[in-house]
Structure formats: structure tokens, C-alpha cells
């Protein structure tokens, strides 16, 4: 009564993907969720596909589930926009990153700006600026999406489908050689696949400690947009050219840490990625900082909170300071050294955990490639 042909645990991002790609082949899906609706790290986020700003494996998979974003939107009836992302450069060491950066990636993925283009693309005003923006970038294949609705609109599309049971509710056990043992009982699957993020240990802590995982929590905001802004597109700034690989790893990056370490060493201190997601009904995520430890303290420091501000108010040249909605505490899964958790526990087990903060980013992509690897062993339910 209980069998399938995958089991998915977690209905996150991740775990979803997983199950749309199990039952795009064809094959019978249960999901089991311990709570009723998405509540962790898929719907605490800014809502940003951050594809350039990937390298490597994760520019790989960034890419691949680009345009599974764009389809789940429209099957799913969440906003998605394929607005690419705004980058407001303050110096010309920031500049010269982006151009670096646009050196490795070509001209049609960075497109450089000088500050009159960055303030019309932002601000929708051609004679405007953004006070103290030496130019920017506009990332074109990044994507936007409602981290509010996507996962729970999703999670929802999906249960209507008749391959595909969602059992919220549930909380598991444990999870071996194609058994899910839960509160409401055991579950049979040709194969399991666990996307838990940052409550892995429950289930597996032998695999948690060897990644040596933790739980990153981050601070985050909502506000009323400015009036000015008139943009879609998220927005990132000089801190996140230090978080983003693409831009990290640039030669210019070294230079840019310095200039923050000396004009801004508050925003070092509280790991900030000062960015905004825009969202459609006139609101804008704000944030975020990073604080990582086995388990995150709850309390966010109101002083955090006001460094991300003050650093946002003079970004968007918005020097009243802005009308908020919400704070929140976000929080994912971190590995120093695992930061793709992909691992083969049993031949009917499988862990997928994106222990870094590009869950959203990477998630279709992931799905596709553990599905097709999978696939030899799989067969549709008759």
C-alpha cells in the first residue's frame, strides 16, 4: 500500500525538484514532509537564481535547470522572471572585477554598464544615478523567483498529479535500503532520495560530521520597495562580488576585500551579502548576514540587522531608511569541504544536500543529473 518507485524526503526546493524530475520519467513518487508546508530554507531566501555567479560543477547545473525554473513556474502558477541580476559597483576596484569576470564569461553574460545605463535599468528613470556607483553589470541568465510561493505552489502543483503522493506531517525515522520508517508508518521505494539540508544529522550524523556540516543562519528583512526602484531584477553589491565564485575568484577581489576591511569592516564582521530581491507585490528582501555553528543561536543582534541597513540605505540612495515589514532568521546547510552533498549511502539510498547558500540556484539541475543516474535502475510503475 506504502510502496513507490522513489521516495523523496523533504519538500524543499531540492526535494522537490527531485520528485518533478522522478515523475517527468514516469515514475511513482511519495514525498514525505514534516511539516505542512514549506517552512526552511526555501522560502527564508531572496529568491535568486544567481547562475552567473557560479564556476564549475555548480555553473554546470546552474545552467542545466534554467529553463525547469521557467517550466515549473508555468505549471505550477508561481512568479518566475528571467530578469537577470543588477550589480552596483562603488569604486573602480568593484569595476574592476566585473570586468574580469566578464573576461571569463563572455559579453553576453556580463554586460558591463556605465552609471547612467545602471541607474536607468534600476530606477527606470534615464537621467537618474545611484549616488556613489562608478558603474555595475547586469548579469543576464540570472533568474528571479517568489521564494514566498514557489516552493509551496510547487509542492502543491505537484501533489495533484496521480504519480506523485505528498504526505505532509510526516516526520522519518530512518531511511535504509529502500525502507522510510515515519510517525505514521513504514514506506517501501525502489530507491530513496533525502533532502533534508541543514537536518541531515537526524538522519544520517555518521555522513553529517564527515562533511563536517553546519547550520548557517542568516539575518533577513522585508520592506516596502523604494519608490525609485523600478526593477525586477535582483541587485547585488561590493560584498556579494566576495561571495559569488565568479566573482571571488577573480585577481580584482583581493583589492576589494581590502577596501571593505578598511571603509566597512562592520559588514566583514557579520559576513554580510548586502543584496535585494525585489518581489512583485511591492516588497523587497533585504539582507543578509552569516553566522554558522552546529546549532545557530535563534536570537539575531539588532545590531546585525542595522549594519545591513545602513549599508542598503546607501546602495539605494535611500537616506530616510525604508518602511519594514518582516524580519526573519534564514538558515541553510554549510560544509567547509562538501559543499555538494551527493552521496550514495545504500544502493537504494541517496542523500542530496546543496550545503552551501545556492540551494535555489542549483536545484533542477541537481534533480536532473541524480535522476539520470539513477535511471538504469529504475523502471516506471507498471
Not at 505550477?76 to 569595476?95: K, N
Not at 505552489?153 to 529502500?178: C, E, K, M, N, P
Not at 544502493?347 to 547558500?357: D, I, K, L, N, P
Amino acid at each position: 500500500m506504502n510502496h513507490s518507485d522513489i521516495i523523496v524526503v523533504g519538500a524543499g526546493i531540492i526535494g522537490l525538484a527531485h520528485a518533478r524530475a522522478a515523475a517527468r520519467r514516469g515514475l511513482s513518487v511519495t514525498i514525505l514532509e514534516a511539516d505542512t508546508v514549506p517552512r526552511g530554507a526555501s522560502v527564508r531566501n531572496f529568491g535568486h537564481a544567481c547562475i552567473t555567479g557560479q564556476t564549475g560543477e555548480f555553473a554546470e547545473l546552474a545552467a542545466a535547470g534554467r529553463h525547469q525554473w521557467m517550466e515549473a513556474a508555468k505549471e505550477a502558477d508561481f512568479w518566475a522572471a528571467p530578469t537577470g541580476a543588477f550589480v552596483v559597483a562603488t569604486s573602480q576596484a568593484q569595476m574592476a572585477i566585473l570586468e574580469q569576470a566578464r573576461t571569463e564569461k563572455g559579453a553576453a553574460a556580463i554586460d558591463l554598464l556605465t552609471p547612467e545605463r545602471l541607474g536607468a535599468a534600476v530606477t527606470g528613470d534615464p537621467h537618474a544615478r545611484l549616488r556613489g556607483a562608478v558603474g555595475g553589470a547586469h548579469l543576464t541568465a540570472d533568474l528571479r523567483v517568489d521564494p514566498r510561493t514557489a516552493a509551496p505552489r510547487l509542492a502543491q502543483s505537484l501533489s495533484s498529479a496521480s504519480a506523485i503522493d505528498l504526505r505532509t506531517g510526516v516526520r522519518v525515522g530512518r531511511a535504509a535500503d529502500g525502507r522510510v520508517e515515519t510517525s505514521v508508518g513504514t514506506f517501501t521505494a525502489d530507491h530513496v532520495i533525502v533532502c533534508t539540508g541543514h537536518q541531515l544529522p537526524a538522519l544520517f550524523p555518521e555522513l553529517a560530521a564527515e562533511a563536517e556540516l553546519v547550520e548557517c543562519a542568516l539575518s533577513m528583512t522585508l520592506a516596502a520597495t523604494p519608490e525609485h526602484i523600478r526593477t525586477d531584477a535582483a541587485i547585488l553589491t561590493r560584498t556579494s562580488l566576495l561571495r559569488y565564485d565568479a566573482f571571488a575568484t577573480m585577481p580584482a577581489a583581493e583589492a576589494v576585500r581590502d577596501e571593505v576591511a578598511r571603509s566597512a569592516p562592520e559588514l566583514i564582521a557579520v559576513g554580510a551579502n548586502v543584496m535585494f530581491g525585489p518581489r512583485p507585490d511591492g516588497t523587497i528582501i533585504i539582507g543578509d548576514s552569516h553566522e554558522y555553528g552546529r546549532s545557530v543561536d535563534p536570537f539575531i543582534p539588532e545590531s546585525t540587522t542595522d549594519v545591513l541597513l545602513a549599508e542598503a540605505a546607501c546602495v539605494l540612495d535611500q537616506p530616510t531608511g525604508f518602511a519594514i515589514r518582516q524580519r526573519w532568521q534564514g538558515v541553510y546547510a554549510s560544509s567547509p569541504t562538501r559543499p555538494l552533498l551527493v552521496e550514495t549511502v545504500d544502493e537504494r539510498t541517496t542523500v542530496a544536500t546543496v550545503a552551501t547558500g545556492i540551494g535555489m540556484t542549483i536545484a533542477f539541475g541537481l534533480a536532473e543529473r541524480t535522476l539520470t543516474a539513477l535511471r538504469p535502475s529504475l523502471r516506471p510503475a507498471a
